[in-house]
Nanobody
Framework: QVQLVESGGGLVQPGGSLRLSCAGS????????MGWYRQAPGKQRELVAT?????DTNIANSVEGRFTISRDKDTVTLQMNGLRSEDTAVYYC?????????????WGQGTQVTVSS
């Protein structure tokens, strides 16, 4: 009932930039929170950044100062600057949506970000 379509992954050199975008689509639920998680090989999935409809943000310490999250309605954008090798991961768009009595996490299909020289 909530669809998330991601775009913007790719291969960049260390110090480069990428912009990820995720468009949410729903006609039934309200999407309260949108954001990005990532999972690197051999690592647990971790939060990167989230943003509410009101614009309140939560940024992981590992990317603060380099990544910026923004939102326009149900489209969320992650601007990634100063990329490092350790940023290499599959990045997943996430949305928390519901009708007020039940809230559910929805996930995009994932997009690969590779930082390598």
């Amino acid at each position: 009932q909530v669809q998330l379509v991601e775009s913007g992954g790719g291969l960049v050199q260390p110090g480069g930039s990428l912009r990820l975008s995720c468009a949410g689509s729903t006609s039934i639920f309200s999407i309260a929170v949108m954001g990005w998680y990532r999972q690197a090989p051999g690592k647990q999935r971790e939060l990167v950044a989230t943003i509410t409809r009101a614009g309140d943000t939560n940024i992981a310490n590992s990317v603060e100062g380099r990544f910026t999250i923004s939102r326009d309605k149900d489209t969320v954008t992650l601007q990634m600057n100063g990329l490092r090798s350790e940023d290499t991961a599959v990045y997943y768009c996430n949305a928390v949506a519901g009708d007020g009595s039940r809230w559910t996490h929805y996930w995009g299909q994932g997009t690969q970000v590779t930082v390598s020289s």
